[in-house]
């Protein structure tokens, strides 16, 4: 391997580092103690935007999406729930636990313009949330 592939190969290594240690962070926010209210961890998002919509995909694994609230506030949509533990599982041992439980919310700032609630809906355990353009 020459030495530009390794530095190129190291400089990649050290982008997804960064970019893990940015997702991390913001997925697995505490709160402080003795403040229930605020969320526990922040659910990944994706925004994307059509002609006339703009379409915001939040992955919320083992979420009910009727138990999430979303709406839009300030410019920004706010997704709001709790994912908490199957009831069949409350006397499992665990031996690993990835998937966060707890109060989440994101906010995810808009795109400028006007837009209002179209639809929402479940897909591969996501929420789907479609904005349409005033």
Request: glycine share 6%; with cysteine; hydrophobic share 45%.
């Amino acid at each position: 391997m020459s030495e530009r592939d390794r530095e190129g190969w190291m400089w990649a290594e050290a982008c997804e580092m960064l970019a893990r240690a940015e997702r991390l962070h913001r997925q697995f926010f505490r709160p402080a103690p003795g403040q229930a209210r605020l969320p526990t961890w922040e659910p990944p998002a994706d925004m994307v935007e059509t002609e006339r919509e703009l379409l915001i995909l939040v992955a919320l694994p083992g979420v009910d999406p009727d138990q999430v609230e979303a709406r839009i506030e300030n410019g920004a949509l706010l997704v709001i729930g709790q994912r908490t533990l199957p009831s069949e599982l409350r006397d499992a041992v665990f031996h690993r636990l990835e998937i966060p439980l707890g109060r989440f919310e994101r906010r995810l700032l808009l795109p400028p313009g006007h837009y209002e609630a179209a639809r929402r809906y479940a897909v591969h355990g996501c929420l789907l949330v479609t904005l349409r353009k005033l």
